[in-house]
């Protein structure tokens, strides 16, 4: 295992990132340095060509029809993005039932569930929000829930 010292590291940018990896985890020590690997690896995938896991090419148009599997979790397909995914429909699956039946279920519902299993990124909250509304031909009209068309 490595040893990282860093200097001059933006206050603002580092207490952003333990408020995602402490609710996280439950604590700071062990997991920060997990989560900041994991980071790094997510770094390198997007910028370097070796090991990328891009399958396009900058400034080429990509095939979103698959997104929801293929593209989660930062372009890479990975077991865990699924799984998460997979978790999130289990889990909202009775406001989607309610919405389908009548009833009134506002957007902020499904995003507590989102964020207790995915995290507290609004760009990932966004990312599986999208996913859900897709799958199940959803809309957000005035905050709340609604089938398409109605």
């Known amino acids: 295992m490595g ?8 206050d603002e940018v580092l207490k952003k990132f333990k408020t995602i990896v402490i ?13 900041l690997t994991e980071a790094l690896q997510l770094y390198l995938e997007a910028y370097s060509e070796e090991g990328s896991t891009h399958t396009h090419r900058r400034g080429e148009k990509k095939d979103t029809k ?16 699924k799984r998460t995914y997979e978790t999130i429909k289990s889990k909202t699956s ?8 009548g009833g009134d279920v506002s957007v902020n519902a499904f995003k507590r569930i989102i964020r207790e299993y995915a995290g507290l990124d609004p760009r990932t909250i966004k990312k599986y929000l999208n996913l859900l509304f897709e799958e199940y031909d959803l809309q957000v009209v005035r905050g709340y829930v609604r089938p398409i068309g109605d």
């Open 66 to 81: 698959d997104r929801d599997m293929v593209y989660m979790n930062g372009g890479s397909p990975t077991n865990k993005g």
């Open 23 to 35: 609710p996280r985890h439950g604590k700071l020590h062990g997991a920060f340095s997990e989560e």
């Open 3 to 10: 040893r990282l010292n860093a200097r001059n590291i933006d």
């Open 94 to 101: 009775h406001l989607v039932n309610a919405v389908y039946n």
